[in-house]
């Protein structure tokens, strides 16, 4: 059974920094593409980023593309999200996820979730 365990949410004020970190057991996780998603308070949940298996390739969303960059150590079963220039529209539980089929951009496509890790931005 594949667990998956974020970590490194946290309270960050408006232009900071956080890296979220994933890490995976139980699966073939070098064989997984990778993705992270986010859900605000009375909002659906949206996607965020994704990694392919080698990691050469990566998607982001519009809204954070140029400030986030994911990234994976496959030695270590992690998937990292680093986020810089945060916003307060930022602000969100994000959870990594374990894609079983295309679209990277569609929940419905991953089958493993972690728990969430929540992002606090203040302006």
């Known amino acids: 059974q594949v667990q998956l365990v974020e970590s490194g949410g946290g309270l960050v004020q408006a232009g900071g920094s956080l890296r979220l970190s994933c890490a995976a057991s139980?699966?073939?996780?070098?064989?997984?593409?990778m993705g992270w998603f986010r859900q605000a308070p009375g909002k659906e949940r949206e996607f965020v980023a994704a990694?392919?298996?080698?990691?050469?390739?990566?998607y982001y969303t519009d809204s954070v593309k140029g400030r986030f960059t994911i990234s994976r150590d496959n030695a270590k079963n992690t998937v990292y999200l680093q986020m810089n220039s945060l916003k307060s529209e930022d602000t969100a539980v994000y959870y990594c996820?374990?894609?079983?089929?295309?679209?990277?951009?569609?929940?419905?496509?991953?089958?493993?979730w972690g728990q969430g890790t929540q992002v606090t931005v203040s302006s």
């Open positions: 996820a374990r894609s079983r089929t295309l679209p990277f951009t569609d929940s419905r496509k991953y089958d493993y």
């Open positions: 139980g699966g073939i996780f070098s064989m997984s593409a």
């Open positions: 990694i392919t298996v080698s990691g050469g390739t990566t």
